[in-house]
């Protein structure tokens, strides 16, 4: 039994909506908070007053204070001032977002300039406090949970709200994970289960095997950490601000206030959208028209518009989907059992979507709002009362790796591996007499480094002068049970760890990663490149000669059929490419010009073979 000292609460950290769970005598349950509700609203104000106001409060009051209100923080946190989705807060928000020191995200709330991790602490602290109360103890442990597609920066940015918030945050876990727990939880089930979680901001899909023994294993993962209720909520008011300009000729974005309401009114519209076919969006004095007179917004809006409005969304979750049961390998019918987790997975359009995709009716075993804390304190109990039997093994939703000469994406770590991992490679120097490295750390899928999310730079000094290539730096790459990452380098010399200065990765603009892009002068390149490149070169010169070989038959055969003339012109420029590829020395180039190859030269024989 643990002991109170031990107690750890399990928190959802949601876009729109924060539940904090316990497990209490072998049962998990949700804490109320003081007004008796499960949830509470992610939102924080400060007031005129200088006041600072959490949850219900907050959000009571968010019209008439709409510029110090904060809602959807979690859409910001461990973002960069230069991402696209900052630019789009910023010009949609009713609440000010400036750019902080080191081009990250603050947002200025009575003159005073608060980073995001702050304004989630404040949330955080207020879930504590609620579990304080009901528990009559101090509680400092905890588990949080975040999207499963939340990159490093994401993850760490949120572990350091725990922390202000003066909570020992003692792992972090995915959302759609916490839900399959909750899920599994003293069931003793053998299934593989998929996760669809659509919520107030962001969207996952995980699928899991849940083993009998107690192991949660994940398989795979993917989602949109841009993709939420919070879009479906953006359409409607779209839809209602341009009726309102056609209708008066006004925009009623120019007005802090209205843009509020509007969005209480959005939001209030879709929910009931999901048990009613119609609803009436009631608005009155909503502005003043050029001649002092009040306007009122009055529409009805019935559900197959909010279909509409929102299709390209559901489907893009649904596109989601597929892909993720591509990388696990899967097909439909392995699916045993789909949970639908978030406050979007209510609304009747997304239900019928994903029973239409997986082809079977989802679970109702788990409760949307409450499964993810539920699954938090499942696992906070686990990590701390080592007699429970259950294992936890997640996955890195996404790939990690550096970026090497040329602005390419060299992944150390592929996207769902099991965490924790690491993973050791050896580099070497890119010049002669070069006594600094630069590493540049960066988390996606892309090839092109600059279009992947950078984690951290390194910059690994005092090597010994030598021609390049001489020199070899031992690079380990760590992913903890966090999912949070760490790097270690090693000068292979003299077996000394090098000191590392990692710069936050929000200290750099993507305009300065591009700079580093095209110099890539002090970076490193990879031993294995070489060897690589030979037998890339060696295979793309093959396929090369063995198609300049069926050219002239291949020719002929075009001339006396005149069919296919764009096939012989695009094989010419893939020939060209390739030349190319491999007198620039640039591997991925020549990997790529190397599938072009294989693909014209079948389809050469081919040609050959037919007239034969
Ligand atoms: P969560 O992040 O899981 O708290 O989900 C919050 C999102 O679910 C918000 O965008 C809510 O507007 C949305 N939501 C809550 N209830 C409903 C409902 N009955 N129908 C449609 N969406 C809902």
Same mark, same amino acid.
């Given at each position: 039994?643990a002991t109170?000292?031990e107690r750890?609460?399990?928190i ?19 804490i ?6 499960k ?9 005129e ?40 807060a ?33 949330v955080l602290?207020?879930?504590k ?9 101090p509680v400092?442990?905890?588990v ?7 990159? !490093? ?43 669809? !979680?659509?919520?107030?901001g ?7 095997e ?33 009726g ?7 925009d ?37 028209s050029g001649?002092n007179?009040a306007?009122h ?15 390209d ?5 649904? !596109?989601?989907?597929r892909?993720t ?14 949970l ?28 949307? !709002?409450?499964?993810v ?12 009362d ?7 093994l ?16 060299e992944?150390l770590?592929?996207?769902?591996t ?26 996606g ?25 001489q020199?070899e730096?031992?690079?380990?790459f ?8 760490s ?7 003299t ?17 300065e ?13 990879e ?17 090369v000669?063995e ?11 075009v ?28 591997l991925?180039?020549v ?13 050469f ?8």
């Open positions: 039994m109170s000292s750890v609460i399990g959802d950290l949601g876009t729109t909506n924060s539940c904090v769970a316990i497990v209490e005598n072998g049962v998990p349950t949700v109320p908070n003081r007004g008796g509700y949830t509470t609203p992610s939102m924080i104000a400060v007031t007053a200088g006041k600072r106001l959490v949850g219900h409060i907050a959000k009571r009051q968010a019209i008439t204070n709409a510029e110090n209100t904060v809602y959807a923080a979690k859409r910001l946190i461990g973002r960069k001032w230069s991402s696209p989705q900052v630019r789009n910023v010009a949609t928000s009713s609440y000010r977002i400036v750019e902080g020191p080191h081009q990250d995200v603050r947002i200025v709330l009575r003159e005073k300039e608060y980073s995001v991790a702050e304004i989630s602490a404040m602290q207020e879930m406090v609620i579990a304080e109360d009901y528990l009559g103890e400092t442990k905890a949080i949970t975040v999207p499963a597609y939340f990159n !490093d920066n994401q993850r760490k940015a949120t572990k350091d709200a725990g922390e202000i918030a003066g909570l020992d945050v003692i792992r972090i876990i995915n959302e759609p994970t916490a839900a399959a727990l909750s899920y599994g939880y003293g069931r003793n089930i053998e299934k593989i289960v998929a996760v669809y !979680d659509f919520g107030g962001t969207f996952d899909i995980s699928i899991l849940i083993g009998g023994n107690g192991v949660f294993k994940v398989i795979a993962t993917a989602g949109d950490t841009f993709l939420g209720g919070e879009d479906v909520d953006a359409r409607i008011i779209d839809w209602l601000v341009q309102f300009r056609e209708e008066h000729n006004i009623l974005r120019q007005d802090r206030m209205a843009l509020q309401r509007l969005k209480d009114a959005a939001e209030k519209a879709k929910c009931e959208l999901s048990s009613v076919r119609e609803t009436e969006v009631n608005l009155p004095f909503i502005i003043s001649r007179e306007l917004l009055q529409r009805s809006i019935d559900r197959q518009t909010l279909e509409e409005l929102s299709a969304l559901i489907e893009r979750t649904v !596109d989601i989907c892909q049961l591509e990388d696990a390998r899967l097909d439909k019918d392995e699916i045993e059992e789909v639908l987790v978030g406050g979007m997975t209510r609304t009747p359009k997304i239900q019928m979507a994903v029973q239409g995709f997986f082809e079977r009716e989802p679970s109702k075993g788990v409760h949307p !709002d409450e499964c804390a539920l699954g938090a304190a499942v696992q906070g109990m686990a990590l701390l080592q007699s429970q039997q259950m294992i936890l997640d996955v890195t939703p996404h790939a990690l790796g550096i970026m090497t000469q040329g602005g390419y994406f992944e770590i592929p996207q769902n099991t965490v924790p991992t690491h993973r050791q490679k050896i580099f070497t120097t890119s010049r002669d007499n070069q006594t600094a490295v630069k590493i540049l750390v960066m988390q899928e892309s090839e092109r480094a600059d279009e992947n999310e950078l984690l951290g730079e390194f910059i690994l000094t005092g090597l010994r002068r030598a021609p390049k290539g020199v730096i031992e690079v380990t760590e992913i903890n049970a966090d999912g949070i990452v790097v270690r380098a090693k000068d292979l010399e077996a000394k760890e090098q000191s590392i200065d990692v710069t936050a990765s929000s200290g750099l603009t993507r305009d990663v591009q700079k580093m892009v095209s110099s890539a002068k002090d970076q490193l390149v031993r294995r490149s070489t060897e690589e490149f030979e037998a890339a070169k060696q295979e793309a010169e093959r396929l000669g198609i300049e070989r069926l050219f002239p038959q291949v020719e002929q055969i001339a006396s059929s005149d069919f296919g003339r764009d096939a012989i012109e695009k094989a010419r420029a893939i020939l060209e490419k390739a030349r190319n590829a491999v007198k620039r020395h640039d991925v180039a990997k790529e010009q190397v599938e072009g190859l294989s693909r014209t030269h079948r389809m024989r081919g040609v050959v073979a037919k007239k034969n």
